[in-house]
C-alpha cells in the first residue's frame, strides 16, 4: 500500500520561507516522477514543480526562481522548497507520484492527504 505523508506546511509573513516534505512509502521515489500541486479554495488544482526519476525537474511560472523542488532517494522523501512566499501561494499543497501519460499532462497514480501553506501580508 502506497503511503505520502506531507508535512512542514504552516502560516509564515510574506517574504518568508517553508520546507514541504513528502515522505513514501510502499513506493519508491527514485523510480519515477513526483510532483507538487496545490489548490486554494474556489481556485482549481494547480501543478507547482515536478521532477523525473532522472532528477529534471520543471516549475510553474508563478514559482519559478522562487521555489526548488528536490528528493532524497535514500530517505525516500520529496521536498519542496519555497523561498520569497506571497499571499497568492496560500494553498493546500499534495505531493502526487507514480506519473503516466495524460492527455492534459502527466497523471498521478498516487496522492498524499495534504499539508497547509497560509501567506499573510
Known amino acids: 500500500q502506497v503511503q505520502l505523508v506531507e508535512s512542514g506546511g504552516g502560516s509564515v509573513q510574506a517574504g518568508g520561507s517553508l520546507r514541504l516534505s513528502c515522505a513514501a512509502s510502499g513506493y519508491t521515489i527514485s523510480s519515477g516522477c513526483m510532483a507538487w500541486f496545490r489548490q486554494a479554495p474556489g481556485k482549481e488544482r494547480e501543478g507547482v514543480a515536478a521532477i523525473d526519476s532522472d532528477g529534471s525537474t520543471s516549475y510553474a511560472d508563478s514559482v519559478k526562481g522562487r521555489f526548488t523542488i528536490s528528493k532524497d532517494n535514500a530517505k525516500n522523501t520529496l521536498y519542496l522548497r519555497m523561498n520569497s512566499l506571497k499571499p497568492e501561494d496560500t494553498a493546500m499543497y499534495y505531493c502526487?507520484?507514480?506519473?503516466?501519460?495524460?492527455?492534459?499532462?502527466?497523471?498521478?497514480?498516487?496522492w498524499g492527504q495534504g499539508t497547509q501553506v497560509t501567506v499573510s501580508s
Open positions: 502526487a507520484a507514480d506519473c503516466e501519460p495524460g492527455v492534459a499532462g502527466p497523471e498521478y497514480n498516487y
